[in-house]
């Protein structure tokens, strides 16, 4: 836990933070909402690099502002308390990693399913072990 003068060094940059994170979360929406309306059977190869690039730049500026955010919080903060702050914030962005990737089908004609994992608004919960499954032809 923070002390005091720690968490009034904390707040104002991770309110910062989630100010630029709920923007690129929304970007990755977007995106997400693009694919659910892609033709995965049919989708033509610039389109599939379209997304791809759009992915790619979102998940390496998801990586540098975590990497920005956290050098702020070590000019005021023990680098400990930054390191358990990177290290939360991971765990989360793989959380919401793995939901969205069960949400969304394998481009190309079959579906690559992640079963056992489910999505609520707050949190992300595993039901049992993911199982990955294949079903051909769907």
Known sequence: ALKPDQLAKFTPIYDEYQAERK???????QLLNRLWVADYGGMTDEESKAIMKEAFKLRHERLSMLEKYAGKLEKQLPSTKVFQFVQVENKIMSLLDLAA???????GGSSLYITGVTSRASSV???RPPMIT???GE
């Open 23 to 29: 923007k690129l979360y929304t970007d990755a929406t």
């Open 101 to 107: 990737a069960a949400s969304v089908p394998i481009v």
């Open 125 to 127: 919960e595993l039901s």
């Open 134 to 136: 294949q079903a051909i």
